[in-house]
């Protein structure tokens, strides 16, 4: 029997009241109707709510939550003030979607979209569940972010956008930001001409505020000293650098966890894929010794410059600028069978967009065949879709490991092992 097309009963603007069955990923959450599914942001499983169609297509549709009608028991007030499902949707900052409910909550709603997107897509079944980062329980999941980015309005106003828009929400108050950003931002401040403004708190508690115009961050570039752990790394002050106070710590100690050491061949060719400036090749160079012969590709040019200075006490380390998927496709034409052999004796670390490694990479990456894979995620549906594809081409997951680095937020970190069945 055919599916109803939703578009013949429903229209953007429509307002019903939806019961909330569970959670989706992206921070939605799922209502069963009549008509049948639709998206609801700001909402918990069990609740009722009223809510306001904003798009409708054929097999579901999304819809804005203007008031909760039935609320559940794991229901908090929101810290933000301006993120409050009491404000109009177009007022409603975003960045904090799961601000409304308690944070244990919050970990047990993102286990469930790991677990249930690995048996989906990955055709795993996983008992791992999301663990908190240090200190995160003790401040109420505030106070992590050591990067910000507001957007700035035509009259010079600095706020996020509205979820799932682009209107500038202007606010008063940050409280995801660390002490430091939330002491020195210029909130009040009217920046007109500036389209973003980006705050950080750096690895020596100092705050960098950096204006752009358009794409480009004003002023000369600059270098700038970040840690993990008791170990420095040098990078753009305008480049990546995780965001979470306690993330670059925990996530090397959990990529050193995942490598099986009896697996680890120094001298094979050992690859740090979407390298950055070097933070997971240095985990391997650590682990590994001195004579580690490691290769880190970045596709940004800056980011491997400093990935070759924060590599450079291993004498076999390589930093290389390249896409990923023209770098693994390069190597698997031109490596020779002697390189072949250490490739396959290699241990890869890879930390891919949001979007994932992607078939692409996934196929080149297993043709050549490393003993065993330690994926770094930040998002649950494509590592899952990554983990069907690495055990269709003979790799199986050995460990898993998951992080709330971003609380109130719908995102996580996860670390996977894969080994080369």
């Not at 002050?237 to 965001?243: L, Y």
């Not at 380390?317 to 693994?328: G, W």
């Not at 269709?392 to 709330?404: A, I, K, P, V, W």
Request: charged share 25%.
């Amino acid at each position: 029997m055919a599916k109803r097309d939703l578009r013949t009963t429903l229209n953007p603007g429509d307002r019903m009241e939806v019961t909330v069955d569970n959670v989706a990923h992206g921070g939605l959450f799922v209502a069963r109707t009549e008509h049948g599914v639709v998206f609801v942001p700001d909402a918990l499983p069990g609740e009722r709510v009223a809510v306001e169609l904003s798009r409708v297509a054929k097999s579901f549709a999304h819809a804005e939550t203007l008031e909760v009608l039935e609320a559940s028991a794991d229901r908090v007030e929101h810290f933000w003030p301006e993120a409050r499902v009491e404000r109009s949707a177009n007022s409603r900052a975003g960045g904090a979607e799961f601000g409304h409910i308690r944070l244990p909550v919050q970990r047990g709603l993102k286990t469930t979209v790991l677990r249930d997107a690995m048996q989906r897509f990955g055709g795993v079944e996983t008992d791992v569940e999301v663990q908190p980062a240090p200190g995160d329980d003790e401040r109420g999941g505030l106070a992590w972010r050591t990067r910000v980015r507001l957007q700035v309005s035509e009259s010079g106003r600095q706020g996020p956008f509205a979820a799932r828009t682009h209107t500038v929400v202007p606010v008063t108050s940050m409280p995801l930001a660390t002490e430091g950003i939330q002491r020195d931002a210029l909130l009040e401040e009217r920046l007109v001409g500036a389209s973003r403004v980006d705050y950080a708190e750096l690895g020596d508690g100092t705050v960098d505020v950096i204006a752009t115009e358009g794409d480009a961050p004003e002023g000369p570039t600059q270098t700038i000293v970040e840690y993990a752990g008791d170990r420095a790394f040098h990078l753009d002050r305008a480049g990546f650098w995780q965001v979470h106070r306690e993330a670059p710590a925990l996530l090397t100690a959990a990529v050193r966890r995942a490598i099986d050491t009896d697996l680890v061949d120094p001298k094979a060719a050992n690859f740090d894929l979407y390298g950055g400036v070097g933070l997971f090749a240095a985990t391997l160079g650590e682990l590994l010794g001195p004579t580690t012969r490691v290769i880190s590709v970045e596709g940004d040019e800056v980011a491997t410059d400093h990935a070759a200075e924060n590599l450079a006490e291993w004498v076999g380390a390589q930093a290389i600028t390249a896409p990923v998927a023209s770098f693994l496709a390069q190597t698997r034409r031109t490596a020779t069978p002697n390189e072949l052999r250490r490739l396959a004796a290699g241990t890869v670390v890879l930390d891919p967009p949001r979007s994932g490694a992607g078939k692409q990479v996934v196929e080149s990456l297993t043709a050549l065949g490393p003993r065993q894979l330690i994926y770094v995620a930040c998002d649950p549906v494509a590592l899952a879709r990554d983990t069907g594809l690495l055990r269709e081409r003979g790799y199986e997951l050995t460990s898993l490991e998951s992080f709330d680095l971003f609380p109130h937020t719908h995102h996580f970190e996860s670390v996977a092992a894969f080994r080369r069945a």
